[in-house]
């Protein structure tokens, strides 16, 4: 299965983006779907993470409110819609597939290649 991330772009502070993550093959109902950045010199942080089969979701603090990830079981895709975005969100966004509900990327274990958000001031 390979992921294919993109919808990055340079925009504004207070703009919005929306990233999209298209799986080669069937998404499983047991898998769980995230979005994880990474900014330069700094590690890979969480973002926001969906659940298959349910659609339960979870974000981390920083965007909480701002973003909203979503599914399209169809099309296999997932969606990080990113609102009033931050320079401080600048970063490469990486979309990534785990079997369980974490936060931890080393749960992940497939992951898009990246898509490069940045946010001018």
């Known amino acids: 299965v390979q992921l294919q991330a993109s919808g990055g772009g340079l925009v504004q502070a207070g703009a919005s983006l929306r990233l999209s993550c298209v799986a080669s093959s069937r998404i499983f109902s047991s898998a769980v779907m995230g979005w994880f950045r990474q900014a330069p010199g700094k590690e890979r942080e969480f973002v926001a993470l969906?659940?298959?089969?349910?659609?339960?979701?979870s974000y981390s603090d920083s965007v909480k409110g701002r973003f909203t990830i979503s599914k399209d079981s169809a099309k296999n895709t997932v969606y990080l819609q990113m609102n009033t975005l931050k320079p401080e969100d600048t970063a490469v966004y990486y979309c990534?597939?785990?079997?369980?509900?974490?936060?931890?990327?080393?749960?992940?274990?497939?992951w898009g290649q990246g898509t490069q958000v940045t946010v001018s001031s």
């Open positions: 969906i659940r298959w089969s349910t659609g339960i979701s």
């Open positions: 990534a597939w785990a079997s369980s509900y974490s936060r931890d990327p080393r749960e992940y274990f497939r």
